[in-house]
């Protein structure tokens, strides 16, 4: 890893945020699903740099990754479920 790695997925990060507070707080006319999946999907691509970079899960063996990402699918189930139970 180069030293212009960490700081490249620090500025991926912080534009992310950006992005993702402007969909949540703008009226841009799109439905609110889109939204909501465009911020998930944003949210998705910011845990897999920060778990490949930061948390080195790039050069573990398969094993500590897939249970690193058994962990975060349950988690976003977790989320998904929650919101889904709002509505009823």
């Known amino acids: 890893m180069n030293k212009a790695t960490p700081l490249a997925i620090w ?3 912080v534009a992310a945020a950006l992005v993702q507070v402007s969909l949540a ?3 841009i006319g799109l439905a ?4 909501i999946v465009m911020i998930l999907g944003l949210g998705a691509t910011e845990i897999g740099g920060i778990a490949a970079v930061f948390m080195h899960l790039r050069w573990e063996p ?3 990754v897939a249970i690193a990402a058994a962990s975060v699918f349950f988690a ?4 998904v479920l929650f919101l889904g139970s709002i509505g009823h």
């Open 62 to 64: 398969k094993s500590v």
């Open 76 to 79: 976003v189930l977790a989320v």
């Open 25 to 27: 707080t703008l009226s």
């Open 32 to 35: 609110s699903a889109v939204v």
């Open 11 to 13: 500025a991926y990060l």
